[in-house]
């Protein structure tokens, strides 16, 4: 069965150290796969999106994430975490016919 | 700017007492979603309309109807709302295939409404 895993349901950093979010996948065929962020009360906002070719792809706010198909990965990294970064990050799968399929989401909070 | 509005933000509701929820879109996308999502959990997709041929998720309740009248607007009824129904509801918007630079797959989100069950 397609699934998303996000193995880590909060994380902790401080502002302007380096994060990596976890995100691992269940998919048959070649994933389209994204990353979403929802800031408190508000819905989601795409960060960036992977469909096919380079394997790094870039996003707004500064983020990146690497698809890894001999890991089933797609994780999600920034080199520098601002305080405006927190938020809840949501990476997706879709699984086509209108079925996209979203992780538990990992909760980031920053420190000063 | 292109968006995704949801009306009203915030809904209170009695316990029983029929709900609707809005959305409207300005991005002329031909698909649109209706995701229920509970406290620090994610969003769970209840139906989708392409164009106009509506698609239910099969654990849906029966208690959550959707009306697409035209392009840009959905709706969201819940017939008789319980105090399990109390959710941020999102609407979402995606285009297939590619048109004038609109890509394929990735949603488009509006804000939500917060639906409380009294």
């Known amino acids: 069965a397609q699934s998303v895993t996000q193995p880590d349901i909060h994380i902790t950093v401080s502002e302007g150290a380096s994060l990596e979010l976890r995100c691992n996948y269940s998919y048959g065929a070649t994933p389209y796969l994204f990353w979403y962020v929802q800031s408190p009360g508000q819905g989601l906002q795409l960060l960036l999106k992977?469909?096919?070719?380079?394997?790094l792809v870039q996003g707004i706010k500064g983020f990146e994430a690497e698809f890894k198909r001999s890991q089933s990965s797609f994780n999600l990294r920034k080199p520098s975490v601002h305080w405006s970064d927190a938020a809840e990050y949501f990476c997706a799968v879709d699984t086509g016919g209108f079925k996209t399929i979203f992780g538990a989401g990992t909760r980031l909070f920053v420190k000063a | 700017d292109a968006m995704v509005i949801q009306n009203p933000r915030y809904q209170v509701t009695q316990f029983g007492k029929p709900v609707t929820l809005s959305c409207s879109q300005t991005l002329n996308h031909n698909v649109m979603y209706w995701y229920q999502q509970k406290s620090s959990q994610a969003p769970k997709l209840l139906f989708h309309y392409y164009d106009k041929d509506f698609n239910n998720e099969a654990d849906t309740p029966d208690n959550f109807q959707s009306r697409r009248p035209n392009t840009s607007f959905c709706f969201l009824d819940i017939r008789s709302p319980g105090l399990g129904d109390a959710a941020m509801y999102l609407c979402?918007?995606?285009?297939?295939?590619?048109?004038?630079?609109?890509?394929?797959?990735?949603?488009?989100f509006g804000p939500g409404t917060r639906l409380t069950v009294t």
């Open positions: 992977y469909f096919s070719g380079d394997t």
């Open positions: 979402a918007t995606s285009a297939l295939g590619t048109s004038g630079g609109l890509s394929s797959y990735e949603q488009y």
